[in-house]
């Protein structure tokens, strides 16, 4: 991750909204405190711990907001296993002035406690100031760095619990069920009928000495013994070309093996838009790309479990972000809806599955859980992405563009969040360009022009061709060199000539078409033979360009924002993690900023779906982004032609 | 049903528990009132008609019940779709003294309303004594007669709407699943997947005129256009020897077809504890006795399908009462902890499946309930009966008894309700009878004595042996003939011959045994080819009477209660159906009772399985019960086998 001096956290203070969608304003059916959601109130925090002196912390929430989610949200661990939902009677703070006494409250505490202030901090509603004091922890809560530096306390919805139960008797006849949920205070699970079928066999084989694992809200084995320290889940990022899995160890929530592959739907077509028509054109495509999803999701789960020494038995959860597209197909949901006007999804929050539904050999119970999405184009990979970036949660103004066939754009000010899509078409990813190809072995990523052209090549071997990253440096470098004018127009041999006397005898032609050849066997080489860039593909790439910068452009004057304001542009996708950000600058892909700000945040879908298995609450923060964010529908935007045009060129 | 003079409803007070546990203190989350769940308040109803002078109506229900539950359960209708959940704001009435406004009450009146006292029923607590006006009805709530004179709202599980639906724009690109949903305004379900893949080509090929299907709190299906006339459940009864399906009109609430057949199962014995056994046996068993469960079902639901007219695919639920063996070899349980001390169920509480999982080809997304049940002996079948006969529901003192192999027996004084099972034996059933038969054709079902045998026989064909009524009939009359003593041994010749001449030859011997002779061909048939009752099956029929006996006598000993505090004994199963009332008085199978206090209730567990169908509220009933009654356990009894040995004789 590139440090910069932009990239400090921001502040954490956000919507009420926000908490409301979360489900955090807890319980619910209970009434809203007397507010009208707007304001804060303060909550000064004393931290005690056992071997330091207490330390204190002031935040400021919405009013009606709970303790044990105003200390949450800010980085104050308060002990908890049932995660703030008033079950596990473990979040226990001392508030002053003392709030009303709740049903839990009375059961936990004696009535001395409660006159001095002793409360369950999830059912605390901090509805004015308060002095809160957080007893030492009991149990120090295990955390993970994941997505752009986000700290993620671990709260996986799979938990374990191991228990020792009485044998039942004559005087204790309780169902096996009961027995054992009796023995787990902070969850209460609902079986499946997988668990009640081995439950009596598996209890009186252990001697009721078992562990029960539970899944969200379902509980979905009971395993001979000791078991909690084997607990995994698989995150999926399932993109329209590059597949990933990354396997996580719950326990620490570190991964244990990572796979990707490309997507087996690629004989369909290389991007969306080919897969939803393949779906019209045939009405059994349906069915063969569902099937094709469903095999490279199970293929990568093979490869992670095999790396990680891990029996896919032992993976109880997955979660997936892909774009809108990906994930009808992967449910065998009808994409053509989202492939034409108006752009409809069948739903924006697809429920939670068997894994086994789509194909996934993991434990019987397993379940799949999908990202929401903001639109048609802007999906659950985008989605996982805000997650994965805190751009909720960050109060700097930021804007998130991922690079690719169809561009995502996410725009805040620190109150307000826009997103966009922008059909870039397919030049960052090679096609359309004489010379692309993908950023594979012998393809051109990096361009320096000097005296001479220097190319960074992937996989050291001789240059086939040119990538997106490479695309964007040689056209940055010849706009530069002056090679290229404003308008995307080759210079003259005569100006040439004159500005760039060691690079002119590169401008050439073949056939009609003016190009620039990048590499050449020999200075006499056929340019034909060449890795060259032409004219056509200059061409291309103000059209993706201008695409893109159109988007945040209508983006930026919604909100107000010149390119001055904003504080960090995030590159994502594996595209943006490649692209030289003074070259984005220069051909004006990205806003005028300085390269500092301009931060490759890599791989964000797929740290999402880790977030969202590592943390029950990162997955109801992404649900919670559908509220936040406005989707902006570009395409029938008047003003759209008009920036278009204007963006093609590039910024003198 | 026989009508008796004891037979009005009861009062219908009853605990807060009962409340609680159905979720009816609403919302859930909520604080309770400052109150510890004694004493009552009381709720003075005025209940307005469009037509009609308004009535008055005084109902006092425990504190913190909600208005529109405390209506609900006394028969007073307020409006409402969702059944009292808080979601669509119908049930508008108007409290005084005022209380507090919550945020649906909010968004739902107007300040002046406000301030009258206009509130939502199903929001506001009853903490204290109310006036409440209830506004003429807008919709008039359908209602059907059930169970034991049962009458119920109907307010299934399965809800179906029609909606007309705008077509997206570029304007409004709501997903196809919010557009559906945002339409529902009272109910809020989840998806399944199958509904979502549904969802875009139905909506698309209807013109967005489609009616959503909903059951519980899942969407199952989106069916094109207005379908909203036709919603069909299954009942199904699965009893150990008999099962019994009832195909529901859930508009109606009636009955359109009704079928029944032997389970079968009965290849592996003809009671609970020989399927059981085959498990234990056999590790292939419990897959086959599942599979004839399944196949049973499956084939009353096609027939039950085929009478009504109704396509499979438009019944979206079922509901299952079977006792606890049934139930679990139904969903491929291991039984044997049901069948060995100390009688452990796997669970009480089996979560709904879909049907499909239990083999049933209805609509793709119909869901089975199953029955909760009380203990291993006291199943869900019984917990159907209780919610069938309102065991729960009635202040008056009743001893239910469901007489069979395994006897069930449920005693309630009004406050509390105990129950408990007796091993009764095969004696009712036919078995270990020497002429014993199940009741079919040419079974004596009925047997008076007077100078001559009068027999009934049934299919009115000639008597080919005895079933248990005609056993039961059969030693009462003897005993009150006096050719029986008290001890149930047979007069001796010379004894019968001074009381009853006109009898005495049919007393008479095969080889050793002293038997009585029902039926022959001829006065001097040998009785080893006629219909008789041998010594040997009055004393099984002893046996069978005492365990049951002892069962209630117990549970009477324990609420402190004798025979003539009994208001009602209902006699339950199609066996309890067809017995005599005073012969099972005379040989003291049930309490010394004038006979108008015994009623046969008829296939309870079957009404109470359809009662769930016809209301959720019913449905939660039946999960309450679970709280409300005690199981008590006789097997461990040390007073057990004294009372027993009491309970062998006859009354005198």
Redesign the interface.
């Known amino acids: 991750m590139t440090s910069t001096p932009e990239d400090e956290p921001g502040d954490t203070e956000f919507s009420l909204e926000t908490y409301r969608r979360e489900g955090l304003i ?7 405190a007397a507010h009208d959601g707007t304001g804060r109130v303060q909550l000064s925090f004393t931290v005690e711990d056992k071997e330091a002196p207490a330390t204190q912390r002031t935040v400021r929430v919405p009013p009606g907001v709970s303790v044990f989610d105003s200390a949450s949200w800010n980085g104050i661990a308060i002990d908890s296993t049932c995660g703030g939902h ?1 079950t596990c009677h473990k979040c226990k703070v001392r508030v002053s002035p003392v709030t ?1 006494v ?2 839990h409250d009375a059961r936990t505490f004696s009535p001395a406690e409660l006159d001095v202030g002793w409360r369950l901090a999830c059912l605390v509603q901090a509805t004015r100031d308060h002095d809160v004091v957080v007893p030492p922890l009991v149990t120090r809560p295990k955390a993970a760095t994941v997505g752009v530096g986000r700290q993620v306390i671990l709260r996986p919805a799979v938990q374990k619990r191991y228990v020792e139960l009485t044998e ?11 027995r054992l949920l009796d023995a787990i205070d902070d969850l209460e699970p ?4 997988h668990a ?2 081995r ?3 598996v209890l ?1 084989e252990a001697d009721f000495k078992v562990t029960a694992v539970i899944v969200d809200e379902a509980l979905v084995d009971v395993e001979p013994g000791d078991t909690t320290a084997t607990r995994y889940a698989i995150a999926f990022d399932l993109g329209t070309t590059t597949v990933v899995a990354t396997l996580l160890d719950l326990v620490t929530g570190t991964p244990v093996g990572v796979a990707s592959m490309l997507n087996k739907q690629q004989p369909f077509g290389a991007d969306v838009i080919s897969r939803i028509s393949a779906t019209m054109l045939d009405p059994a495509a349906l069915g063969r790309l569902q099937v094709a999803a469903s095999q490279t999701l199970a293929t990568l789960a093979e490869q992670v479990c095999r790396e990680g020494g891990v029996d896919p038995a032992q993976v109880y959860e997955a979660a997936l972000a892909g774009n809108a597209t990906m994930t009808a197909l992967l ?4 994409p ?2 989202l492939g034409v ?11 939670a ?1 068997l894994a086994s ?1 789509v194909g996934l050999e993991l434990h019987p119970g397993a379940r799949l859980a999908l990202f929401p999405a903001l ?2 184009y802007v999906g659950g990979d985008i989605v996982a992405g805000m997650l994965a970036t805190g751009m909720d949660r960050d109060k700097r103004v930021r804007l998130f563009i991922d690079v690719g066939t169809n561009c995502e754009i996410v725009l805040s000010d620190g109150e307000r969040i826009l997103s966009t899509a922008a059909p870039a078409g397919p030049a960052f990813e090679g096609g359309a360009i004489r010379c692309g190809m993908r950023a594979a072995d012998g393809a051109i990523e990096v361009v320096k022009l000097g005296d001479d052209v220097e190319l960074g090549v992937i996989g050291d071997v001789e240059p086939r061709g040119l990538c997106g990253s490479g695309l964007v440096d040689a056209v940055a470098e010849l706009v530069k060199a002056g090679l290229l004018d404003a308008t995307g127009r080759f210079a003259t041999d005569e100006v040439a000539k004159e500005i760039a006397p060691t690079l002119a005898d590169r401008l050439t032609y073949i056939g009609q078409e003016r190009v620039f050849v990048l590499h050449r066997e020999r200075p006499d080489s056929d340019p034909a033979e060449s890795v060259v860039l032409s004219q056509r593909d200059v061409r291309e790439l103000q059209f993706a360009k201008a695409a893109i910068s159109t988007g945040w452009t209508l983006l930026m004057e919604q909100l107000g924002l010149e390119h001055g304001d904003l504080q960090q542009v995030l590159l994502a996708g594996s595209f943006g993690s490649y692209l030289s950000a003074a070259s984005a600058v220069r051909i004006g892909l990205v806003p005028q900023l300085p390269v500092l700000r301009i931060v490759a945040a890599g791989n964000v879908a797929g740290e999402g779906a880790k977030m969202a298995l590592l943390s029950i609450r990162e997955r109801a923060g992404a649900l919670a982004l559908l509220e936040e964010v406005t ?1 902006v ?1 570009l ?2 935007r008047p003003d759209f032609n008009d920036r278009f045009v204007d963006l093609l060129a590039f910024p003198t």
């Open positions: 807890s319980p619910p059916g209970a009434e809203p008033g009303p709740t049903r039942p008797t004559l005087e204790d006849q309780r169902s096996d069920l009961a609902v079986p499946d009928l009640l079928r439950l009596p066999k009186r449910l065998g949901i009808d053509e809806p006007a108006p752009f409809v999804q069948t739903t924006a929050t697809p429920p599955v539904e639109g048609a989707y529908e395409s029938d």
